[in-house]
T-cell receptor
Framework: GQNIDQPTEMTATEGAIVQINCTYQTSGFNGLFWYQQHAGEAPTFLSYNVLDGLEEKGRFSSFLSRSKGYSYLLLKELQMKDSASYLCAVRVISSGSARQLTFGSGTQLTVLP | GAGVSQSPSNKVTEKGKDVELRCDPISGHTALYWYRQSLGQGLEFLIYFQGNSAPDKSGLPSDRFSAERTGGSVSTLTIQRTQQEDSAVYLC????????????FGEGSRLTVL
């Protein structure tokens, strides 16, 4: 099976930088994804890493180390609207070629003024 | 439509009744996923369809749960003899194919079992 760990809650101040960590243990690893979910809404895709290193996308960056089973999502210049749950998800290959995403429980980020 | 459409948006049922939840994915998307999310929890994988391949049913919690996808498009998730612990938001997502992890989620169907 898969085991994905991320902090339950984090708090940061508007304009600051916050790093949300995610560790995973899985077989058949085939990529790591970050999703954002505002309360009462569906998750939306943020970023994708399949190779080691940093992927930057505007105010959001995501890092992956496959050897360490570790990823982080970095949010810069925090805005109030960034208050949301951030879900780490691992793609695995199972049943031959079938691929599914397994999600962590999410990190609830609260941005304070 | 432009996005993933799910119905009903809300369903209240009595324990022991059967329910059907429908998902209409984005046109042209070959991969379709069902997840469920309990209050304050992460997403629990249920089932995954990819094209004409056999679905990955490894996440279905019991044999009361089943899903089908007709014509490679619309999917129906059926829960038989519902129990109170089945209460959750059932989310459907689609993607262009199995190679991409960019899933497009519907707004979900909130199921409440009394």
């Amino acid at each position: 099976g898969q085991n994905i760990d991320q902090p339950t809650e984090m708090t940061a101040t508007e304009g600051a930088i916050v790093q949300i960590n995610c560790t995973y243990q899985t077989s058949g690893f085939n990529g790591l994804f970050w999703y954002q979910q505002h309360a009462g809404e569906a998750p939306t895709f943020l970023s994708y890493n399949v190779l080691d290193g940093l992927e930057e996308k505007g105010r959001f960056s995501s890092f992956l180390s496959r050897s360490k089973g570790y990823s982080y999502l970095l949010l810069k210049e925090l805005q109030m609207k960034d208050s949301a749950s951030y879900l780490c998800a691992v793609r695995v290959i199972s049943s031959g070629s079938a691929r599914q995403l397994t999600f962590g429980s999410g990190t609830q980020l609260t941005v304070l003024p | 439509g432009a996005g993933v459409s799910q119905s009903p948006s809300n369903k209240v049922t009595e324990k022991g009744k059967d329910v059907e939840l429908r998902c209409d994915p984005i046109s042209g998307h070959t991969a379709l996923y069902w997840y469920r999310q309990s209050l304050g929890q992460g997403l629990e994988f249920l089932i995954y369809f990819q094209g004409n391949s056999a679905p990955d049913k490894s996440g279905l919690p019991s044999d009361r749960f089943s899903a089908e996808r007709t014509g490679g498009s619309v999917s129906t998730l059926t829960i038989q003899r519902t129990q109170q612990e089945d209460s959750a938001v059932y989310l459907c997502a689609s993607s262009l194919g199995s190679w991409t992890g960019e899933l497009f989620f519907g707004e979900g169907s909130r199921l409440t079992v009394l």
